[in-house]
């Protein structure tokens, strides 16, 4: 698994994201973006591991017209927390994992 280290307070996903490990490492609140299939067309099925390493917590959300849907919340619970999102349809994601609302 390759692992793509990154430590701003927003990201986006690329293609080359598809099946990895996307470390997220920073002491401010992060924000991850899932992008819009027009912009990166993952297959359905794609998964994509998320681990937060900082003491910024990460948030997913969706870019605009994509939803991501995760329970209780869409938020890792704490540092050293991970998650798995999973494309389900075209601009549909699920996130599971440890989160908090």
Not at 52 to 68: E, S
Not at 74 to 90: C, F, I, V, W
């Amino acid at each position: 698994v390759t692992v793509n280290a990154q430590t701003g307070t927003a990201y986006t996903p690329v293609i080359g994201d598809a099946s990895q490990l996307v470390t997220l490492n920073n002491s401010s609140a992060i924000t991850l973006t899932v992008p819009t299939n027009t912009s990166v067309a993952y297959p359905v099925g794609t998964h994509i591991d998320i681990a937060q390493l900082g003491a910024g917590q990460v948030t997913v959300v969706g870019d605009t017209g994509v939803t991501v849907n995760g329970t209780p919340g869409l938020k890792l619970s704490a540092q050293y927390a991970g998650a798995r999102l999973t494309k389900l349809a075209t601009n549909t994601w699920v996130i599971t994992g440890t989160l908090a609302a």
